[in-house]
């Protein structure tokens, strides 16, 4: 079966940094769009960003310049680098892989800004 396992999450101070990953098994991976999302408390789940097998990219205006998604196809992982981290970045944090009809969610990792 698709199982996604993230990793990464944690407490950090405002202006710190952290990075998230992922890693897949029980899909083919390189057909997959991946990406990572959030969901604030009170709030809907939002993209941050996704990244195609091609290596192109796709970011939340929030996000860019301070965060950078990257994958790798042979390992089935796909990682977020989060740097000048805000307090409004805390949320859980989601990975997601896509495939036309098919749409895998990780169990998700908690990410917290606060000093």
């Known amino acids: 079966q698709v199982q996604l396992v993230e990793s990464g999450g944690g407490l950090v101070q405002p202006g710190g940094s952290l990075r998230l990953s992922c890693t897949a098994s029980?899909?083919?991976?390189?057909?997959?769009?991946t990406g990572w999302y959030r969901q604030a408390p009170g709030k809907q789940r939002e993209l941050v960003a996704t990244?195609?097998?091609?290596?192109?990219?796709n970011y939340a205006d929030s996000v860019k310049g301070r965060f950078t998604i990257s994958r790798d196809n042979a390992k089935y992982t796909v990682s977020l680098e989060m740097n000048s981290l805000e307090p409004e970045d805390t949320a859980v944090y989601y990975c997601?892989?896509?495939?036309?009809?098919?749409?895998?969610w990780g169990q998700g990792t908690q990410v917290t800004i606060s000093s």
């Open positions: 029980g899909i083919t991976f390189s057909l997959y769009v």
């Open positions: 990244i195609r097998s091609d290596g192109s990219t």
């Open positions: 997601n892989v896509r495939y036309e009809g098919w749409n895998y």
